[in-house]
């Protein structure tokens, strides 16, 4: 009897886990959506939302329901997908390098999405939210390229890791300034500026579906091979001794990590330092390994990035700022807070 009940509760237990996340995901999103400017009561918002679920509710104003469904819905659900993708693309590059510093923004992988996708934009090499993200993940890979070239052997090493990712984030920023100035026109040009700094003000239904599919695909894939990532921790030589398909695994992971990434900042721009706050502020709640990892940072992921888009909407209301404006001032404590505990250890 005492048996059959300890297995009952180890069953009920994910069960309830997953319950309860479902519900704070989906509190903090009708929180999102509830809040913004005009008066929009949260009346309206809920039978906005449930009308386009197919719920009986009483009809709204067609500019209420305009504003919710077609605004602010697709900028909170962008903004959960796309912290959940940076906050699993820290978790990733963190375990594949060893270093408790790595993440998309940190190493340049952002800052050369965004030249690929601005090279799009405004050379007009393609159209569409798919040859945005095409760009970008071409130029994603090529900063992340750059950057593994001038490490060689020494990727594990955090300060040098950093530095060159920096180095290579700045050349390509650079780059980034040259096209918008080569070919982009001046309102073009401070159209995109204030998209590069990391803006959900354009969030729209295909883009979230599109980064929708590519994270989900990517989580499980990841999902996959997180046991492999926790072997990482021991180094590759061990992880090899160990069974651990290293190169394999460490083609996937980046690729995936690159290819998220590039998705992200095409819709949204390059939001810096989500994934470096939530994976670790998860991993002290959840430990190291990473069948629970992955999961938790896409959740905590998904709310960080949700709260700050909202506090950039309404902290100087009527104006807006980029989300990314948040997360850097979050992000920067953070960082200097994870380097002084490396150091001290």
Request: proline residues 4%.
């Amino acid at each position: 009897m005492t048996m059959s009940s300890s297995r009952s509760a180890e069953l009920a237990r994910p069960i309830a886990a997953t319950v309860g996340t479902a519900f704070v995901l989906a509190a903090v999103v009708f929180a999102a959506v509830g809040t913004g400017g005009g008066d929009i009561t949260w009346s309206e918002t809920a039978r906005s939302l449930g009308a386009h679920l197919g719920l009986p509710v009483a009809p709204l104003p067609a500019l209420v329901d305009s504003v919710v469904w077609e605004l602010r819905a697709p900028r909170a659900l962008l903004a959960a997908v796309a912290g959940a993708g940076l906050a699993t693309c820290g978790v990733v590059l963190q375990a594949v390098t060893r270093n408790a510093l790595a993440e998309p923004y940190l190493l340049g992988i952002s800052s050369g999405a965004s030249t690929g996708a601005v090279l799009v934009l405004v050379t007009g090499l393609g159209s569409g939210a798919v040859s945005l993200a095409g760009g970008a993940l071409a130029g994603g890979l090529a900063a992340f390229g750059l950057v593994l070239l001038l490490l060689g052997r020494n990727a594990a090493g955090a300060d040098r890791l950093v530095l060159t990712g920096v180095v290579v984030g700045q050349l390509f920023a650079a780059l980034t300034s040259l096209v918008l100035l080569g070919w982009g026109d001046a309102d073009a040009a401070r159209g995109l500026t204030y998209w590069l700094t990391g803006s959900l003000a354009a969030a729209r239904w295909p883009s979230v579906l599109l980064c929708t599919t590519v994270v989900g695909v990517a989580l499980l894939a990841l999902r996959l091979i997180a046991s492999d990532l926790d072997a990482f921790a021991f180094g590759t030589r061990t992880a090899a001794s160990l069974g651990v398909p290293v190169a394999a695994v460490r083609a996937v992971a980046l690729v995936t990590t690159a290819g998220v990434t590039a998705v992200v900042v095409s819709s949204v721009g390059a939001i810096g330092f989500v994934g470096l706050i939530v994976p670790h502020a998860v991993r002290a709640l959840v430990g190291p390994l990473h069948h629970r990892l992955l999961p938790a940072s896409a959740v905590g992921g998904a709310v960080f990035l949700m709260l700050a888009d909202t506090v950039a909407r309404t902290a100087l209301a009527p104006k807006q700022l980029p989300a990314g404006v948040v997360t850097a001032l979050l992000g920067v404590p953070a960082f200097l807070l994870i380097l002084h505990r490396r150091e001290r250890q």
